[in-house]
């Protein structure tokens, strides 16, 4: 069969052939029937439509450290550059070298008449991707030469340990014409306690150090529970107390790159962690720098998913400037989100009773005061060291 490609043969005969059966991002044109069938046919969390492109990189990314199989993460060529930042940061080979493939409708293609907005990057598509050594091939115009080489860049992907990109023009896929639905989450009752009414009451500063509050969250986990903690003092803060105890850090997922998307990669952990529970420990700015992509995840959240935003209102690890969003509108976008259980602590009693009390999905608001150790170490291990050992760990439970 030629271009224009029937969604559900392309997905049978290319995309399931070469056993990939799980895609995320944000929507486009040029893939708009392929996209229209996951939307029918593929609910949560086998199928989840991003708020950007970033969250379909780190959703892409959890799935394969938790399953060992590469996911489909789609975007437009001019969402590449949110992509970028976890692209870069996380699942570069130089980092920590995550196999998966790009899906990019390539808008603006030379010698195709487009809108304006993409004269500048449609021209430049594959000297980004080259850029970045990303490797690419654009989509044949057959079935069975499509099907080659997507088996051809996974074959790269897990060989050089890096993304892939499948490049899409315009007009390749036919409109799905088959049954339709949308799924949106129903609406949740949050259960809040600590401070009634989502106040952190503090005239003098919180009780609690962020190290003190992860303590206190490492001490309340079990042996089958896993950590995924982001960018910055969170992780190194998480590092030593492991250090420190001679814990192994096999249950530790340390995000040192894609600040803003831990949710997004401990959500797709934790839906092929079924023996315990996943405690994303984030950071208020990562929380809020793609506050969109919680806000969809939150809807869909697996039950032992468990959101910890550590707010201390300010950027800790590059110099303590301001967060520039205050801690009760940071509550009221928390509260507005659809979590199944919010809660908002400040001491460390609080936040053990929190723990305990969660049944279902959950945001967990921790105050704390802007104390810090002078002398956070570093991971010494590298990140394929660090990669190698967590997914170990699933693979072991197989």
């Not at 990019?104 to 980004?128: S, Y």
């Not at 984030?282 to 995840?297: E, K, P, Q, R, T």
């Amino acid at each position: 069969m030629d271009i224009p490609f029937e969604p559900a043969l392309f997905y049978k005969e290319v995309l399931e052939a070469n056993q990939i059966t799980s895609a995320f991002g944000v929507p486009d044109s040029s893939i708009s029937g392929l996209l229209s069938f996951f939307s029918a046919t593929k609910p949560a969390p086998q199928h989840i439509v991003t708020a950007n492109e970033g969250a379909a990189v780190a959703l892409s990314a959890g799935y394969y450290l938790s399953t060992g199989k590469l996911a489909l993460a789609y975007m437009q060529n001019s969402g590449v550059s949110n992509a970028l930042n976890p692209l870069q940061s996380l699942a570069a080979k130089e980092v920590y070298g995550i196999p998966m493939v790009l899906m990019i409708g390539w808008r603006g293609k030379p010698g195709i008449p487009d809108e304006p907005q993409h004269a500048l990057v449609g021209p430049r598509l594959l000297e980004i991707l080259a850029a970045n050594r990303i490797p690419y091939q654009e989509i044949p115009n057959n079935i069975a030469d499509a099907k080659e080489t997507v088996g051809q860049l996974i074959e790269i992907s897990v060989k050089t340990q890096s993304p892939v990109a499948l490049v899409v023009p315009p007009k390749t896929f036919r409109e799905y014409t088959g049954s339709s639905k949308t799924t949106v989450h129903n609406p949740v009752t949050p259960r809040v306690v600590g401070n009634l009414n989502g106040r952190l009451c503090s005239e003098t500063g919180f009780p609690l150090t962020r190290e003190a509050a992860i303590r206190c969250i490492l001490d309340q986990i079990s042996r089958n529970d896993m950590t995924i903690s982001s960018v910055g003092g969170n992780s190194r803060e998480l590092y030593m107390v492991r250090k420190e105890r001679r814990e192994s850090l096999r249950s530790s997922f340390l995000c040192i790159g894609a600040m803003g998307h831990t949710y997004a990669l401990a959500y797709a952990v934790a839906t092929a962690h079924s023996r315990g529970r996943v405690f994303c420990i984030d950071g208020d700015g990562s929380f809020i720098m793609h506050a969109g992509n919680n806000a969809v995840l939150a809807g869909v959240s697996p039950e032992n998913l468990i959101h910890v935003v550590i707010y201390n209102g300010t950027h800790s690890s590059t110099g303590n400037q301001p967060l520039m969003l205050s801690k009760q509108h940071l509550l009221r976008l928390a509260d507005g989100l659809p979590y199944e259980q919010k809660f908002v602590v400040q001491t460390e009693d609080t936040l053990k009773d929190a723990i305990r009390t969660v049944t279902k999905s959950a945001i967990i608001v921790v105050g704390v005061n802007a104390g810090v150790r002078k002398d956070l170490p570093r991971p010494t291990e590298s990140p394929e060291e660090l990669k190698k050992g967590f997914v170990g760990l699933f693979t072991a439970r197989l």
